[in-house]
């Protein structure tokens, strides 16, 4: 184990986040949240960083102010289902059209989705911290939870 991994689970053991991944053929961990105390949201990262400055930010979600998961599932989508979301800013038409062309080759692609699990006494305080980190959260609904498959 590298210097670099030891010092990131020392962080993590320490920290109020708990990251959870899945591997392809897990069942959908979404059927066993209580809904009714936890509240579910989707992280994306529009931004253009690089893998580094990625690697930082995600380190700083360890020290998020209160107890919660990260859970990363992989999933298998259309290419162009990646842009439904995707802010229409000033490099949406760049992207949109690499997606256009790469869906030309590929119709399905293997991606991850990241999902933040937290008590809802927390999530407004973890909300904020995550949006100061550039990320986009969206909530996602019971329904719209249960339609997600790991692939």
Known sequence: MSTTQSHYLDQQQE?????????KGDPSPFPHIDYSTTCVYELTD???RTPLEKMDVFNRLLDLPHPCEVWILP??????????DMPKDETY??????????????EQIETDRT???????YCHDIIRSLENLGFTITEKTQEELQTITIA
């Open 93 to 106: 038409e760049k992207t949109a059209a690499l997606f256009s062309m790469l869906s030309s080759v590929k």
């Open 115 to 121: 999902f933040l699990i937290a008590h809802r006494e």
């Open 15 to 23: 920290a109020n986040l708990m990251i959870k991944s899945f591997v």
């Open 46 to 48: 529009y931004t253009l």
């Open 75 to 84: 999933v298998t989508e259309e290419a162009t289902s990646l842009l439904k």
